[in-house]
């Protein structure tokens, strides 16, 4: 069965600081990689994908892939408030259907 | 950019009766649908994929006459819980694809008395 493992948390960073979120995958033939913010009662939302090994970098965003790893991270740089929400890492192996770990929920502390 | 809409965001219904969900693609035509369910802490489980012109896909475990799906046009998928039941209550996400990319609606929130 195809696994995505997030640490659920909470994980609590100062505003300003750099929170790291982790994620690990057991199918070795996962092609794509998401990470998606939700808030409270809402839906998620896409913050970036990433197909390649190594960093991609969009703003205070940095999406990292290992794939001999099997291991994505997401790096936020200048916390800030309003990134306090659950960040769902999500994969997909070929088709369309993506695979949600549990989630990171992130508290950024003013 | 791509807009997927849903209806109603939330509702509240009464044990053994069937609710209906609406999920719309706004600016795309979306051959293929997915819908999810979210309990509360919990992470997005994919319950079934809704094509277009044909008959929906289900995931093990779920119940294809309880959870009704019907794709009849490119821009408008619906999933209408038949019979709900306290348990039924989540958090129900469609979502479609566009460029590699998936897009989710506004979610919908049903609460079974």
């Known amino acids: 069965q195809k696994e995505v493992e997030q640490n659920s948390g909470p994980l609590s960073v100062p505003e300003g600081a750099i929170a790291s979120l982790n994620c690990t995958y057991s199918?070795?033939?996962?092609?794509?990689f998401f990470w998606y913010r939700q808030y409270s009662g809402k839906s998620p939302e896409l913050i970036m994908f990433?197909?390649?090994?190594g960093d991609k970098e969009d703003g205070r965003f940095t999406a990292q892939l290992n794939k001999a790893s099997q291991y994505v991270s997401l790096l936020i740089r200048d916390s800030q408030p309003s990134d306090s929400a659950t960040y769902l890492c999500?994969?997909?192996?070929?088709?369309?259907?993506?695979?949600f770990g549990t989630g990171t929920r992130l508290t950024i502390i003013p | 950019g791509a807009v997927v809409s849903q209806h109603p965001s939330w509702v509240i219904c009464k044990s053994g009766t069937s609710v209906k969900i609406e999920c719309r693609s706004l600016?795309?035509?979306?051959?293929?649908m997915f819908w999810y369910r979210q309990f509360p802490k919990q992470s997005l489980m994919l319950m079934a994929t809704?094509?277009?012109?044909?008959?929906?896909?289900?995931e093990q475990g779920v119940e294809k006459d309880k959870f009704l799906i019907n794709h009849a046009s490119l821009t408008l998928s619906t999933l209408t819980v038949t019979s709900a039941h306290p348990e039924d209550s989540s958090f129900y996400i469609c979502?479609?694809?566009?460029?590699?990319?998936?897009?989710f609606g506004e979610g919908s929130r049903l609460t079974v008395l």
């Open positions: 990433i197909y390649s090994n």
């Open positions: 979502s479609a694809t566009v460029g590699g990319e998936l897009f």
């Open positions: 809704s094509n277009e012109g044909s008959k929906a896909t289900y």
């Open positions: 999500a994969v997909r192996s070929g088709n369309e259907k993506l695979t």
């Open positions: 199918d070795r033939g996962s092609q794509s």
């Open positions: 600016d795309f035509q979306a051959t293929t």
